[in-house]
């Protein structure tokens, strides 16, 4: 991995946290996922799944994490077992885990092959009467493919019947919503990379740009800083192209006088960070087009200052949608009748921002975390208000990432990457 070692004493906090709410005499799996092929000899490169990284840190394929709190032999309480390497396989794909480096990373005693893992899982089940399985239960999932958690939760309803079942989702949604102060660390990581990214760019744009250059720009400097590269599929939308809201090709020439909304940000040891940007592709922003931009720019600031504990997630999304509606009447995109006669199930400023404010970020883009009980500190969360305009092909979003705090406003971990308009604009023209 490119990334430097994490400390383990993060995920043995992780561990902890989770069998502290393990029912008793149960038993918890966790499996890595699938390397998942293209065709032919083909495979798309490895991402682990994030949970048993998030309890482990063991970043590889083939590994299995158990947890079993009461097991009567003490070393059977955590156990991680490892794809057996050998010379031939450290050849022809590079260094395994050893047993050693797999403790190492993970704070684990117990480390075995995996090819033990059926004989002392069968040993282990006839001590439990509960065990928790790992199934997708995210809000946003829709996963057609069968995955390796999948087929392990399959097989062992069919060999071990009378045993309860537990979902580990809920455990997960609760703990990894909270952030530990050594994920903080990563997540600042991952946004200075991508502060770096970005302030790259403000000297490349320029008109007759093409939008998979400047991603390939993006990419070279996220890559040079310990990055694998994007945390999510980048979005590099120039003129028309940013009123779609997963624009994805990155094809299309930046034209003088257009905006360009990118939508981008590195990943860093797992951990995501989530930016938007939009900036003139000119270096300078046209009088409706600098309305517009603060238009959101306020949005997002007063959005920022409602997240602090206690807030409820829904409440939020409601109050925001009350800032953006006379945001829009500011700049004659709404009238008072669109609003008097709006949809309460649709209001009128869904039109021209038609997307929800914050989402949890943190492994995952669109992490874990509990979304319909009050709002912790130290939970993270991106701010992305945005204004699309397609009559005037036009589209602005703004995005941050930033902390909870147990009081005052949200601790802003991107606040080192410009956004005010003077800014943008000094920055790009100091350049051309």
């Known amino acids: 991995m490119k990334y430097e070692l994490i400390q383990n004493t993060l995920f043995i906090k992780n561990r902890k946290k989770f069998m502290a709410q393990m029912k008793p005499k149960s038993i918890a799996v966790f499996n890595s996922n699938d390397i998942y092929p293209v065709s032919a000899d083909s495979t798309l490169p490895f ?98 493919t069968q995955t390796r958690e999948d087929r392990f939760i399959q097989k062992c309803k069919l060999q071990f019947p009378a045993h309860q079942y537990a979902k580990s989702n809920s455990i997960l949604q609760n703990i990894r919503g909270v952030k530990e102060p050594e994920e903080l660390a990563l997540m600042q990581k991952a946004c200075d990379i991508t502060e770096k990214g970005f302030r790259r760019l403000l000297g490349f744009i320029k008109s007759g740009v093409w939008e998979y250059e400047i991603e390939a720009e993006l990419l070279h400097e996220f890559i040079r800083n310990r990055s694998k590269g994007f945390a999510y599929s980048p979005i590099i939308a120039s003129g028309n192209n940013a009123n779609v809201l997963h624009y994805l090709e990155n094809n299309m020439e930046c034209k003088d006088g257009d905006l360009i909304l990118m939508d981008v940000a590195a990943e ?42 206690g807030t409820i997630w829904a409440d939020y999304h409601k109050e925001c949608g009350k800032i953006m509606t006379s945001e829009l009447l500011g700049l004659g995109l709404l009238d008072k009748a669109d609003v008097q006669n709006e949809n309460a199930d649709w209001p009128a400023y869904k039109k021209y921002f038609m997307h929800g404010t914050s989402h949890h970020i943190g492994l995952d883009t669109h992490d874990y975390g509990e979304l319909k009980t009050p709002m912790k500190a130290n939970m993270v969360f991106t701010v992305e208000p945005g204004i699309y305009i397609p009559d005037e092909k036009m589209g602005v979003r703004l995005e941050d990432d930033v902390v909870i705090q147990e009081s005052g406003v949200p601790f802003n971990l991107m606040a080192n990457i410009p956004i005010e308009l003077e800014e943008i604009e000094s920055l790009m023209q100091s350049h051309l």
């Open 47 to 144: 991402e682990q799944h994030r949970d048993i990284f998030y309890l482990s840190g063991a970043d590889q394929e083939e590994t299995i994490l158990v947890l079993f709190p009461e097991a009567l032999n003490k070393k059977h309480r955590e156990v991680l077992f490892v794809r057996e390497t050998n010379e031939h396989i450290a050849i022809w794909e590079g260094a395994k885990l050893t047993k050693d480096k797999a403790t190492e990373v993970s704070g684990i005693e117990t480390i075995y092959w995996l090819s033990d893992f059926e004989r002392i899982f069968f040993d282990l089940m006839t001590e439990a009467d509960t065990i928790y399985f790992n199934t997708n239960e995210h809000y946003r999932q829709a996963v057609e």
């Open 268 to 309: 860093y040891a797992n951990y995501s960070s989530d930016l938007t940007r939009t900036v003139p592709v000119n270096g300078k922003f046209t009088q409706r087009q600098a309305a517009v931009y603060n238009a959101v720019l306020r949005v997002k600031n007063e959005a920022t200052k409602m997240l602090v504990p």
